[in-house]
């Protein structure tokens, strides 16, 4: 069984900012699609961002973190990372990774086969 693991949240302030890590157990991330997600208590599961296969270079954002997250991959290792800047209170969730099949990656849950248990991030002063 395919597992993924994500890494790195925690407790920021306000405008500080964090690097997520998402590892897997199964093949190199590089040859799939990663997705990140994020769920706050009582709202669903929105889609963060993702990043596209192999070198296709296709980086998706979601609205509500364009311009303040960076989606990155290390080749070799596998990892995928997500760094969130300009934290807000309204950031605060459950951050999940997520694998899928394809070319070009989506930021829509159905995608994804594959989830990490994901790791709290909470923004407050």
């Known amino acids: 069984q395919v597992q993924l693991v994500e890494s790195g949240g925690g407790l920021v302030r306000p405008g500080e900012s964090l690097t997520l890590s998402c590892t897997t157990s199964?093949?190199?991330?590089?040859?799939?699609?990663v997705g990140w997600f994020r769920q706050a208590p009582g709202k669903e599961r929105e889609g963060v961002a993702c990043?596209?296969?192999?070198?296709?270079?296709?980086?998706v954002y979601s609205d509500a973190v364009k311009g303040r997250a960076a989606i990155s991959r290390s080749n070799v290792e596998g990892i995928v990372y997500l760094r969130l800047s300009k934290l807000e209170p309204d950031d605060t969730a459950t951050y999940y990774c997520?694998?899928?099949?394809?070319?070009?990656?989506?930021?829509?849950?159905?995608?994804?086969?594959?989830w990490g248990v994901g790791t709290q991030v909470t923004v407050s002063s």
């Open positions: 199964g093949p190199n991330l590089y040859h799939y699609n």
């Open positions: 990043i596209s296969a192999r070198d296709s270079g296709r980086l």
């Open positions: 997520a694998r899928a099949n394809g070319r070009e990656c989506q930021i829509s849950r159905e995608e994804y086969q594959f």
